[in-house]
């Protein structure tokens, strides 16, 4: 069921794109004439990003082996080289090779899962034909968003007033549907995203409103995985020079604990940089596109707070907090999980 659900999200079927293509006026035989204007002088921009956002799709099954691979490194030179022989020794250095042995395997266990639901988690789709609610609609029903008819092609939605909304709710030209506040639009995946973050390679896949969270556990297990990996291998890492000048240890082995060092050394300084980083968007409620929104002077009007930021992410249930899961009360309970409206500070004052 979920490997269909992410070959369409990379390749998305010709038909479909026909079709698109066609409701957007790029048909053959129903040329817009602006577009056919703008086609005409920028097709070969077009197909170069074109050959970009393919490319960048293929590169994701690379990063996937590649995160295999380096698991499989990781494990053969820590688990199999390193504390596979103290642990058939006996005594004391054999409790600490159990210990060690099952908090590496814990924290690969929550690695690998947050990272597959990252993977395989849709990170939000705006639903189709979406449009905002006016606000004497959203008061009488009790709510502020509702499904209507296909909206026209205009730029942004207009307001009770007659002029455009802001870029907070707008329309996306290119998915031809609503954009709810605080989604983007993926060149990649070619789609708009619920409270985008980022597109990251290294998971195939758009980071948004519904795997957020587990995107920072996954960052979080890695870092807490490459840095017990870095302090189970250094004894070994220092001795690899005098073991490969006397030659008292295969080439094999040497290459598999030194290449297991140096990437896991690597990654953990990598990635405490990424963690830091997100931990400061997490406190403000904040995603990597919205840096570039915010001003310096007025306070971001989604910042709600730490403990209601981090909820926004986490949920409320303290024991899902490291574990990708969220509970049914929290999807149904707290809107900014299902991505499509966030109280302000604002409405909290009010």
């Not at 490194?73 to 504390?83: D, E, F, I, K």
């Not at 449009?131 to 296909?150: C, N």
């Not at 060092?261 to 990598?270: D, E, W």
Request: overall charge positive.
């Amino acid at each position: 069921m979920l490997t269909p659900d992410i070959w369409k999200r990379l390749f998305p079927s010709r038909s479909k794109s026909r079709a698109s293509s066609k409701s957007r006026g790029y048909d053959l035989g129903h040329r817009h004439p602006l577009r056919f204007q703008s086609e005409s002088s920028g097709g070969i921009m077009s197909i170069k990003c074109f050959n970009l956002c393919s490319g960048l799709r293929f590169l994701g099954y690379l990063m996937i082996l590649l995160v295999a691979a380096i698991i499989a490194v990781s494990y053969c030179a820590v688990v199999v080289l390193s504390l596979g022989p103290p642990l058939l020794r006996g005594g004391l250095p054999s409790f600490l090779s159990f210990l060690l042995l099952f908090l590496f395997h814990l924290l690969l266990m929550l690695l690998i899962w947050s990272y597959l639901m990252v993977v395989f988690r849709d990170p939000g789709s705006v639903p189709e034909n979406w449009r905002p609610v006016p606000e004497e609609e959203s008061l009488e029903a009790g709510g502020s968003v509702a499904f209507g008819p296909e909206p026209s092609s205009s730029a942004a939605w207009p307001s009770s007033d007659g002029s455009r909304s802001g870029p907070a709710i707008g329309f996306c030209n290119q998915c031809r549907n609503g954009k709810p506040p605080r989604c983007h639009h993926c060149s990649v995946c070619q789609r708009c995203v619920l409270k985008m973050d980022h597109h990251c390679v290294w998971v195939v896949n758009c980071v948004g409103v519904r795997n957020y969270k587990f995107f920072l556990l996954f960052l979080l297990y890695t870092f807490l995985e490459t840095t017990m990996d870095v302090l189970i291998l250094l004894p070994s890492f220092i001795k690899f020079f005098s073991e490969a000048k006397n030659h008292s240890t295969s080439p094999g082995k040497l290459a598999v604990i030194f290449v297991a060092f140096v990437l896991n050394l690597a990654f953990a300084m990598s990635l405490l940089c990424f963690l830091v980083m997100h931990a400061y968007l997490v406190s403000s409620n904040t995603t990597s596109i919205e840096v570039y929104e915010k001003t310096k002077e007025i306070r971001w009007k989604y910042d709600l707070g730490r403990k209601k930021n981090f909820e926004q992410v986490f949920g409320t249930k303290k024991a899902l907090w490291l574990f990708p899961l969220f509970s049914g009360e929290d999807l149904e309970q707290i809107p900014a999980l299902q991505g499509l409206e966030f109280p302000t500070r604002s409405d909290i004052e009010i």
